[in-house]
C-alpha cells in the first residue's frame, strides 16, 4: 500500500520513496511484497473456500528475477515459465521442478532437454512438432512427462471486448473445435511417455469483463464431453490462463482479481454438473494481477520544453528502456510527485523519456504540481511487463529493483553497470 508520510513523501510498504531514491538511485522500480503475498493468498483462499482443487500458477513473464521466484516459492504458487532462461533462473531460485509448468510455442530442443533434465512438472503442448519431439526426449532419456494440450477455444477478449471468431488465427495452440485438438489427443494418448492430465487454454490479457472466461470454458467443456464420449478420456486439469485486468489508470474498472476467480469457479461447476462429468482441477496462470499494481517506478525529472500554446514536456531519466509499454502498446499510467504529495497538481505536463525517439513517452497531458529538475515521479502499476520488457536500448544500463514490506527494503536486482553494458562485446581482431 502507497501513503503520503509526514514530510508529504510517498511511502510505499511504511518505506519513504524520496529514502530510496537516494540510496539506490533512479529509475528505480519498487515493489509492494505485501501486496503480491495479498494476491496470492487471495487466488489460494478462493479456491480453497470453493473446495476445488486447483493450481495458481505464477505467469513469471510479467516480472521474474532470482526474488520473485523465491517469494512466489514461500507463498506456495507455482510457476508458469516460457523459457530455458525463466526456468533457469527459477532453478537458481530453488523453485520445486514438480510445479513449474513449462509453455511456449517453439521450445526448442536443447530448452526442452534442459527441462526434462529439471524434471519440471508440466509441459504446456502447443503443436504437433512438440508431440513428437517430446516424446523422442522423453524416450531417449528414459522417462516420462506430464502435459497439458493448449486450445485456441475460438474466444479472444482484449479488455473489454470479447471476440469469437477469428480468434482460431493465432500463432497459439491446437483449434479446439477444428479436429485437430481431437487428433492431438490421439496422438498424445498413443504415445507411452506423455501423460495427459489435460487442457489449457489463454484468451488474452489486461481483461475487465468475464464474459470471455466464461465462454471459453464453456466451449472447452462442451468438448470434454465429446472427449469423454468417443475416446473415454477424462479431463483432469482444466488450464483457465491468465488475463485478468488491473487498475492503471481511473478509466480502467477491473474486479478483484478474486472475484474473477471466483465466478469461473461457480461457472465451471455448474457446466460440469449439468453435463455429468467428474469435476476437474481447475489451473491458472495470474501474471499481471499478480504484480502489476504491485510495481512503482520512480524517476528523477531534468529538462523540460514548453511548446507554446501545446504543452510542456517534462523529461525523467528512464523511458522506453525501462517500460516500453507506452510506446508499444499505447499504455496508460498514472504518476505523482513522490517528493511533494501535498502540492496542487495544478500544471497539465507530458512525461518524456531519454532515449533518442519521438516516441519515448511515458505519459501525455498529466496534472502534475508544475515538475522542476530533481523531483521525483512516480509511476503507478508498473509491476508487470516493465523490467521484465526492459532493453539496453541506447546503452543505457537497466534500473535497479527493490522490493520493500514492514518498512524494510532490500535491493533484489542490482542497477547494471557500463561494464555490465560492455560485457559481451569484443575488439576488432581482424582488420
Ligand atoms: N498464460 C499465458 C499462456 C500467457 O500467454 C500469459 C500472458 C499469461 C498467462 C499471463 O497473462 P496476464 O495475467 O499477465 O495478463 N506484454 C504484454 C502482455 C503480454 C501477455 C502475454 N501472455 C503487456 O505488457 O501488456
Not at 491468465?242 to 474473477?260: A, C, K, M, R, W
Request: aromatic fraction near 8%; charge should be negative; hydrophobic fraction near 40%.
Amino acid at each position: 500500500t502507497s501513503t503520503i508520510n509526514t514530510q508529504n513523501h510517498l511511502e510505499i510498504g511504511g518505506v519513504d520513496t524520496v529514502t530510496l531514491a537516494k540510496e539506490y538511485g533512479t529509475p528505480l522500480y519498487i515493489y509492494d511484497v505485501a501486496a503480491i503475498r495479498q494476491h496470492a493468498r487471495g487466488f489460494k483462499e478462493t479456491f480453497e473456500k470453493a473446495k476445488v482443487s486447483a493450481q495458481v500458477a505464477y505467469a513469471s513473464k510479467a516480472f521474474s528475477s532470482i526474488a520473485m521466484y523465491e517469494l512466489i516459492n514461500e507463498e506456495g504458487l507455482s510457476l508458469d515459465v516460457v523459457s530455458a532462461g525463466e526456468l533457469y533462473t527459477a532453478v537458481k531460485a530453488g523453485f520445486p521442478a514438480e510445479r513449474i509448468h513449462f509453455h511456449g510455442n517453439n521450445k526448442t530442443e536443447a530448452e526442452l532437454r534442459y527441462a526434462i533434465d529439471q524434471n519440471v512438472g508440466c509441459y504446456v503442448i502447443d503443436n504437433f512438432h512438440e508431440i513428437e519431439l517430446l516424446n523422442r526426449l522423453a524416450k531417449e532419456l528414459g522417462t516420462k512427462v506430464v502435459a497439458l494440450l493448449r486450445v485456441t477455444p475460438g474466444v479472444g477478449a482484449h479488455t473489454h471486448e470479447f471476440i469469437t471468431t477469428g480468434q482460431d488465427d493465432s500463432k497459439f495452440g491446437f483449434g479446439l473445435t477444428n479436429g485437430q485438438t481431437e487428433e492431438a489427443i490421439q496422438r498424445v494418448l498413443a504415445t507411452d511417455t506423455i501423460t495427459l492430465k489435460g487442457v489449457h487454454c489463454h484468451i488474452g490479457s489486461q481483461i475487465f469483463e468475464m464474459d470471455g472466461f466464461i465462454a471459453a470454458a464453456d466451449r472447452i467443456i462442451d468438448q470434454m464431453v465429446i472427449w469423454n464420449e468417443k475416446y473415454n478420456y477424462k479431463t483432469e486439469v482444466l488450464n483457465l490462463g491468465g488475463g485478468f485486468g488491473i487498475h492503471y489508470t481511473d478509466e480502467d474498472q477491473p474486479l478483484e482479481p478474486e472475484t474473477y476467480v471466483a465466478n469461473i469457479i461457480t461457472e465451471v461447476q455448474a457446466k460440469i454438473s449439468a453435463n455429468q462429468l467428474a469435476m476437474p482441477e481447475i489451473w491458472i496462470e495470474p501474471g499481471r494481477s499478480l504484480v502489476g499494481e504491485a510495481g512503482t517506478t520512480l524517476y528523477t525529472v531534468g529538462s523540460s520544453k514548453d511548446v507554446p500554446d501545446v504543452r510542456r514536456y517534462v523529461a525523467v531519466d528512464g523511458g522506453m528502456g525501462d517500460n516500453i509499454r507506452p510506446a508499444l502498446y499505447d499504455a496508460k499510467y498514472s504518476a505523482v510527485l513522490a517528493n511533494k504529495m501535498a502540492d496542487q497538481a495544478d500544471t497539465t505536463v507530458s512525461i518524456a523519456g531519454k532515449y533518442c525517439e519521438s516516441g519515448d513517452m511515458l505519459i501525455w497531458d498529466i496534472p502534475l504540481p508544475n515538475p522542476q529538475p530533481n523531483d521525483l515521479l512516480a509511476i503507478f502499476s508498473t509491476g508487470a511487463y516493465s523490467y521484465s520488457m526492459a532493453s539496453n536500448y541506447n546503452r543505457v544500463p537497466r534500473a535497479a529493483v527493490v522490493f520493500v514490506e514492514h518498512g524494510e527494503h532490500q535491493l533484489v536486482v542490482k542497477r547494471e553497470t557500463f561494464e555490465d553494458i560492455i560485457q559481451n562485446d569484443l575488439h576488432l581482431t581482424k582488420r
